[in-house]
């Protein structure tokens, strides 16, 4: 599975999953914003591109057509997201 993440500094991809998209983006050093880490507060909002996810935990927060929370949820296929992150030394 692919997922793509477009950014103010380019294009990046990411070919392996973690236990959520959030800690797949942290793990490749894309750090975005987030509070609760369970769907929650919804500050991690990410638009969604392209693709389809699956939530492992049905989040609380408001969750948009369009956007997902990246805190609870998985890729189901490939994915795009517009991803608002500052990149760390660890990519």
């Known amino acids: 599975m692919s997922i793509t993440l477009t950014?103010?500094?380019g294009r990046y991809q990411v070919s392996t999953q973690?236990?959520?998209l959030l800690d797949t983006l942290e793990r490749t050093?894309?750090?975005?914003?987030?509070q609760c880490r369970q769907g929650y507060c919804g500050a991690c909002r990410t638009p969604l591109t392209s693709g389809s996810v699956t939530y492992t935990t049905e989040p609380l927060?408001?969750?948009a057509a369009g956007s997902i929370l990246p805190c609870c949820c998985k890729a189901d296929s490939d994915i795009?997201?517009?991803?608002i992150a500052t990149i760390t030394d660890s990519a």
């Open 29 to 34: 050093g894309h750090q975005i914003e987030y």
């Open 18 to 20: 973690d236990n959520s």
């Open 7 to 9: 950014t103010d500094s």
């Open 61 to 63: 927060a408001v969750v």
């Open 80 to 83: 795009t997201l517009a991803v």
